[in-house]
């Protein structure tokens, strides 16, 4: 008697979701996303839409960090880059927003390639210390050229509009996030499977392994910085049209530090792990301010520490994670779904010997 899964041909072992399983959790959660704004207020459909952005600037992030190995503390630069270039082909070329968009994933893509040439040369740290020069870069022409971007004014940007309707309301705009967060963890899944992914994925296992079987090492690093860039670039230009104002203090090292700690808590390598610590990172700060208004009355004073303890938080959660699951929150699903895989036969699992 047959007991377990077995495929018989390559479609279906090939197939993303491979079992009976993984498809009804991912159709109960595709019907979850749909039902989820006619019974939600603004203020969760507000999160929804700043977890849908953080997931696609998390899967960027995490194609260069994750899947091949290249540390980057620029994600705040390449966000900048995609927000101004977006907004600004719209108010000065009158561009429309579609457009624009796309135009400025491609140039925050440029700007990628040129800030990952470094990386012919340097590796872990060092490259480290390269992508924080191109955080400040950016950071210095975008407040120091008021003439393109406006300086250290905040720039405003017009609503973009689909079948004249407004697509920056909560509502609204939820239907573009979540489209297009589903469409980068597609490509991104697909991309691995491909021979480009792979070589990505040997690129971050042992470089010099992967130049000896034919990968050329130099140029795989310039395409995973164009292609991390692409995506984040995307999340940036999303926020400029979200917010309808942008400015460069949305843009700064924090903002690289804050995606670097979602891949670091949802899990190096993985999809899922991007959209666990993209949902974490932004709803912890909800979590706390909402545990601060509900202190007012009973604690003052615990209440008005939470504003500092906010800042501590993210550190403290990355430096439990490592210590305690550093494969992140996806694991712990792993986990969970190995132990209802085996249950209730707790032989399987090696128990009870």
């Given at each position: 008697?047959?007991?377990?899964?077995?495929?018989?041909?390559?479609?279906?072992?090939?197939?993303?979701?491979?079992?009976?399983?993984?498809?009804?959790?991912?159709?109960?959660?595709?019907?979850?996303?749909?039902?989820?704004?006619?019974?939600?207020?603004?203020?969760?459909?507000?999160?929804?839409?700043?977890?849908a952005i953080a997931t696609i600037g998390a899967l960027?992030?995490?194609?260069?960090?994750?899947?091949?190995?290249?540390?980057?503390?620029?994600?705040?630069?390449?966000?900048?880059?995609?927000?101004?270039?977006?907004?600004?082909?719209?108010?000065?070329?009158?561009?429309?927003?579609?457009?624009?968009?796309?135009?400025?994933?491609?140039?925050?893509?440029?700007?990628?390639?040129?800030?990952?040439?470094?990386?012919?040369?340097?590796?872990?740290?060092?490259?480290?210390?390269?992508?924080?020069?191109?955080?400040?870069?950016?950071?210095?022409?975008?407040?120091?050229?008021?003439?393109?971007?406006?300086?250290?004014?905040?720039?405003?940007?017009?609503?973009?509009?689909?079948?004249?309707?407004?697509?920056?309301?909560?509502?609204?705009?939820?239907?573009?996030?979540?489209?297009?967060?589903?469409?980068?963890?597609?490509?991104?899944?697909?991309?691995?499977?491909?021979?480009?992914?792979?070589?990505?994925?040997?690129?971050?296992?042992?470089?010099?392994?992967?130049?000896?079987?034919?990968?050329?090492?130099?140029?795989?690093?310039?395409?995973?910085?164009?292609?991390?860039?692409?995506?984040?670039?995307?999340?940036?230009?999303?926020?400029?049209?979200?917010?309808?104002?942008?400015?460069?203090?949305?843009?700064?090292?924090?903002?690289?530090?804050?995606?670097?700690?979602?891949?670091?808590?949802?899990?190096?390598?993985?999809?899922?792990?991007?959209?666990?610590?993209?949902?974490?990172?932004?709803?912890?700060?909800?979590?706390?301010?909402?545990?601060?208004?509900?202190?007012?009355?009973?604690?003052?004073?615990?209440?008005?520490?939470?504003?500092?303890?906010?800042?501590?938080?993210?550190?403290?959660?990355?430096?439990?994670?490592?210590?305690?699951?550093?494969?992140?929150?996806?694991?712990?699903?792993?986990?969970?779904?190995?132990?209802?895989?085996?249950?209730?036969?707790?032989?399987?699992?090696?128990?009870?010997?």
């Open positions: 008697m047959e007991s377990g899964v077995f495929h018989t041909d390559y479609r279906t072992d090939m197939g993303l979701r491979r079992v009976p399983a993984e498809r009804l959790r991912l159709g109960l959660f595709a019907a979850a996303l749909l039902v989820f704004p006619f019974l939600a207020s603004p203020y969760w459909l507000n999160l929804a839409n700043q977890i960027g992030l995490n194609i260069l960090v994750g899947y091949t190995g290249q540390v980057s503390l620029g994600q705040g630069a390449f966000m900048a880059v995609g927000a101004y270039t977006s907004a600004l082909l719209t108010l000065r070329l009158g561009l429309p927003w579609g457009v624009s968009i796309v135009a400025a994933c491609f140039a925050t893509a440029a700007v990628g390639v040129f800030f990952g040439l470094p990386s012919l040369r340097l590796k872990g740290l060092y490259l480290a210390i390269s992508t924080l020069a191109a955080q400040e870069i950016v950071e210095w022409v975008v407040t120091h050229w008021p003439a393109l971007t406006g300086g250290v004014e905040a720039v405003v940007v017009p609503a973009p509009r689909l079948f004249g309707q407004r697509l920056n309301t909560d509502f609204g705009f939820y239907w573009l996030g979540i489209a297009l967060a589903g469409a980068t963890a597609l490509f991104t899944a697909n991309l691995f499977r491909s021979r480009i992914g792979r070589s990505f994925v040997a690129v971050r296992d042992q470089d010099i392994a992967a130049s000896v079987i034919g990968v050329n090492v130099f140029g795989t690093k310039l395409l995973a910085f164009a292609t991390s860039s692409f995506f984040v670039g995307l999340a940036g230009a999303l926020t400029a049209y979200y917010r309808n104002i942008i400015s460069w203090e949305r843009f700064t090292l924090e903002t690289s530090v804050l995606y670097l700690a979602m891949i670091i808590v949802g899990g190096l390598g993985t999809i899922r792990g991007s959209l666990f610590g993209a949902a974490l990172i932004t709803l912890l700060p909800a979590m706390i301010a909402t545990a601060g208004r509900e202190l007012q009355q009973s604690a003052p004073a615990v209440a008005a520490l939470l504003p500092s303890v906010q800042q501590a938080a993210f550190g403290l959660v990355i430096i439990l994670f490592l210590v305690f699951e550093p494969e992140g929150l996806s694991k712990l699903w792993r986990n969970v779904k190995d132990y209802f895989y085996v249950w209730p036969f707790a032989y399987r699992r090696g128990e009870g010997r």
